[in-house]
T-cell receptor
Framework: DAKTTQPTSMDCAEGRAANLPCNHS???????VYWYRQIHSQGPQYIIH???NNETNEMASLIITEDRKSSTLILPHATLRDTAVYYC??????????????FGQGTTLQVKP | ETGVTQTPRHLVMGMTNKKSLKCEQH?????MYWYKQSAKKPLELMFV???????ENNSVPSRFSPECPNSSHLFLHLHTLQPEDSALYLC?????????????FGSGTQLSVL
């Protein structure tokens, strides 16, 4: 699985868009980008994933650069409840992989009033 | 509510005790997982079950013993634990073994070993 690099922490004002970057310069052609978040004292929560096209769901948008070496998770209108650690994970389809998702250290997003 | 319920939420045990953690998923999933999250460390995968069969055991000490009686329930039996085993233990499920990138986690059991 490709290695990812994320900033350790970020702040965002409530109501503004939160843009969380992730670098994955060694990503392979068949590897997807997954985003999870973990709110304090809870288990991680799946947010979104994508291969090369931009993706949007009810929680967030995922923008993947054309060369696929980096991506950005966008929370369009951050609320205090979005304060969490956000994990970017790069992984090929499961067929030959183990069950291990490598979560890394993630980005701690603090949404401020 | 993720559809994955873990009990108890908190557990304090001595090193000579035997206890069990329980996980139940109401999602109709076929694969279940135990993860461990120690303070300041990334999540570590411990065990994976697919259709009630263990498919992965990631070098976990024998003092942790998993059990999966059916596809909805997963247990982690604990005995003679060490203080360094204190951590948040997370259960997760996925639709099946082939969809193991999209996990649904419970809220975890915060374990303290005295």
């Amino acid at each position: 699985d490709a290695k990812t690099t994320q900033p350790t922490s970020m702040d965002c004002a409530e109501g503004r868009a939160a843009n969380l970057p992730c670098n994955h310069s060694t990503i392979s052609g068949n590897e997807y980008v997954y985003w999870y978040r973990q709110i304090h004292s809870q288990g991680p929560q799946y947010i979104i994933h994508g291969l090369k096209n931009n993706e949007t769901n009810e929680m967030a948008s995922l923008i993947i650069t054309e060369d696929r070496k980096s991506s950005t998770l966008i929370l369009p209108h951050a609320t205090l409840r979005d304060t969490a650690v956000y994990y970017c994970i790069v992984r090929a389809p499961s067929r030959s992989n183990t069950g291990k998702l490598i979560f890394g250290q993630g980005t701690t997003l603090q949404v401020k009033p | 509510e993720t559809g994955v319920t873990q009990t108890p939420r908190h557990l304090v045990m001595g090193m000579t005790n035997k206890k069990s953690l329980k996980c139940e998923q109401h999602l109709g999933h076929n694969a279940m997982y135990w993860y461990k999250q120690s303070a300041k460390k990334p999540l570590e995968l411990m065990f994976v079950y697919s259709l009630e069969e263990r498919v992965e055991n990631n070098s976990v000490p024998s003092r942790f013993s998993p059990e999966c009686p059916n596809s909805s329930h997963l247990f982690l039996h604990l005995h003679t634990l060490q203080p360094e085993d204190s951590a948040l233990y997370l259960c997760a499920s996925s639709q099946d073994w082939g969809a193991r990138e999209k996990l649904f986690f419970g809220s975890g059991t915060q374990l303290s070993v005295l």
